[in-house]
């Protein structure tokens, strides 16, 4: 979605909004824009395009400025132009505001404010706001009443900052969406994420829903509407500035694929002893599911092609598991007692997957998020959480958190099976767990000896390109698929294998190229329905670390051996560099995909 950003009480606002701005592109890049406030007057700068654009010389002219505050959009209410883009601002100009979220009861407020004589001038939500500040301003309230009531009056979901002309002060609010605080000494930086601000500082505030904030240089306060002071624990990120920039590579995509050996080796480290054999996760000791006698995941987009993953393990381990896109969750939760409810997301912010959390937590469940993102709103919400350690993930298709999620779940897997009543354990944990152990290196080897990007090469200018597997390998099919139309924009499909002949098999036409994923366990599916689809034209492409299943087909990605149930995550580094080369070949903007967002915050 929007991110936002806000600085206080560094040395120069204009550099440190910019810097944050671009570091939070990655959640919106169709218009950007800031405001820079010098002490005496309150200069903004805004337009449609990318946040290059705006740096590129239009804010050549900024002071440098003691306070700013800045907004990277992906439309919901107007589209991308120079009108609609943030800051808005008062009809004096004197009051600039910076929204993240959706202020569902604009139209009453907007209709309420033209009835004023305000004019508005952008098709926001967004510019309610500044206008109900100086409506409360010429009332005879002060900036910080004058804030409050305004914030008072908005339902829906908000993360917002705004400053107001002729005063160093940040003021800032949050409903529903991300914002945290991170401090330095005498300055103080606001954002919608913590990469926004992780050059200047490691130290943050995770802000709660009905938090406002005042910050000037060398001071800060967290109340309630009420004015009420509030104490909010300061946290240490322990992510690396260095993990946020792109460093040597083109594109973080690229990077964050072949990040993955580390990634992975923190998902797994101090988790897993395959002598003894056991897996320990960190605050769910033996025994702690007990009372589980169903799970049930909830997820979006690459989030719930893990959690399928890890239901079909808990699926074959005889434990009674659902899942559900979060979108599509009713809240039907026939049997909350014995109902765990996971929440499965890599930035903890999702909307679909926050209301399911929340709908099946009043069911009565008890809920869990599985997410990458310390201090996220799902992370806080839920009544456990378990870490994902993937850290910071920049380009907009997810990659190494969906490793590190699958890894988290069969981790998750092996405890639940460990625990709930009639799970039958596997009888190779020690071999299995040994297998994990040395995924990172056989990562590593994917990633030195890949033929994707010849591959890519052949293939590029097909119409259609399906991928397909059968039990674990199927999630991965379709994650393979969503991940190539993603940055693509070509048309891709994932299929069981069984499926193929049971309706898609009519779009094959000579040259469909068709990924095939072998896991050596439960290939026979996949083969002859690879064959079949063969038969009719399809260039068929195995992903397996067999020769003698590689042996029908057109080409071969090889994967090396490992145990079946983590052949997927071989298999899946593999598709990531087909899509990441096809989408390259093709010159897309592969980090930044169009009409998508790294997260969703609006349902
Ligand atoms: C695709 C992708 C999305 C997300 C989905 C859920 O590459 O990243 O499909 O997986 O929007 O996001 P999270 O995991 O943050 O809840």
């Not at 200069?43 to 654009?53: C, L, Q």
């Not at 799902?378 to 969906?402: C, H, N």
């Not at 071999?431 to 040395?438: A, D, K």
Request: net charge negative; proline share 4%; glycine share 8%.
């Amino acid at each position: 979605m929007c991110g936002i950003i806000a600085c206080v009480g560094s040395d120069d606002a204009a550099d440190t909004v910019l810097t944050g701005l671009e570091n939070l592109e990655y959640r919106g890049y169709d218009s950007a824009g800031v405001a820079i406030q010098n002490g005496t007057d309150l200069v903004v700068r805004k337009r449609a395009g990318k946040i290059s654009e705006l740096t590129g010389g239009f804010v050549r002219d900024l002071p440098e400025g003691v306070s700013g505050i800045g907004h990277t959009r992906w439309s919901t209410h107007g589209p991308p132009t120079d009108e609609n883009a943030h800051p808005h601002t008062s009809a004096s100009g004197a009051v600039a505001v910076v929204h993240n979220g959706i202020i569902s009861n604009y139209e009453a407020l907007r209709s309420e404010l033209e009835t004023a004589g305000y004019a508005f001038e952008s098709d926001t939500d967004t510019e309610v706001i500044p206008h109900l500040v100086e409506q409360y301003l010429t009332q005879g309230l002060d900036s910080d009443e004058a804030f409050r009531r305004a914030i008072d009056r908005l339902e829906g979901s908000y993360a917002i900052a705004m400053m107001i002309e002729g005063e160093n002060v940040v003021r800032a609010a949050r409903q529903g969406s991300p914002l945290v605080v991170g401090l330095h000494d005498d300055a103080y930086y606001l954002a919608s994420d913590v990469p926004a601000f992780l050059e200047f500082t490691d130290e943050v505030i995770y802000l709660e829903d009905g938090d406002i904030v005042t910050a000037e240089s060398g001071s800060i306060s967290i109340t309630n509407l009420a004015g009420d002071p509030i104490s909010r624990e300061v946290d240490v990120v322990d992510w690396d500035p260095e993990e946020t920039g792109k460093g040597e590579y083109d594109h973080y995509m690229l990077k964050e694929i072949e990040s993955q050996p580390e990634s992975l080796s923190n998902t797994i480290r101090g988790r897993i002893d395959p002598d003894e054999p056991a897996v320990r996760l960190e605050g769910f000791p033996a025994g702690c599911f007990e009372d589980v006698s169903e799970v049930h995941f909830v997820a979006c987009g690459t989030s719930y092609h893990a959690s399928l993953y890890g239901a079909r393990l808990l699926d074959e381990a005889n434990v009674r598991v659902r899942t559900s896109r979060a979108s599509e969750f009713t809240g039907r939760v026939p049997d909350p007692e014995g109902t765990l409810v996971v929440a499965v997301t890599q930035s903890g912010e999702t909307a679909d997957t926050l209301g399911a959390l929340r709908a099946a937590w009043s069911a009565g469940a008890d809920t869990l998020a599985v997410t990458n993102v310390v201090g996220s709103t799902m992370a806080r919400e839920a009544d456990d959480v378990l870490y994902i350690r993937a850290g910071p993930e920049i380009g907009v298709a997810a990659t190494k958190t969906f490793s590190s999620q699958v890894v988290t779940l069969a981790l998750l897997a092996e405890r639940l099976t460990e625990d709930i009543d009639g799970a039958i354990r596997r009888d190779d944990l020690g071999s299995y767990l040994r297998h994990l152990s040395v995924l990172p290196d056989q990562i590593e080897e994917v990633i030195r000896t890949s033929r994707a990007e010849a591959l890519s090469t052949k293939y590029e200018d097909r119409n259609a390109y399906f991928f397909i597997g059968h039990a674990l390998q199927h999630p991965v099919a379709l994650e393979g698929a969503l991940k190539f139309k993603e940055i693509t924009y070509e048309h891709a499909e994932g299929f069981a294998s069984g499926e193929l002949k049971h309706g898609p098999l009519a779009l094959v036409t000579p040259g469909t190229p068709v990924f095939a994923l072998f896991d050596g366990k439960h290939d026979e599916k996949t083969h002859t329905n690879a064959k079949e689809a063969q038969a009719r034209g399809a260039e068929i492409i195995a992903i397996t670390a067999s020769e003698r299943t590689a042996e029908f087909a057109d080409d071969v990605l090889v994967i090396p051996d490992t145990h079946p149930d983590l052949s997927g995550l071989l298999a899946n580094i593999q598709l990531q560099f087909v899509s990441y080369y096809t989408a390259r070949r093709l010159g897309r903007p592969i980090d930044k995909p169009r009409n998508l967002a790294k997260s969703v915050t609006v349902e």
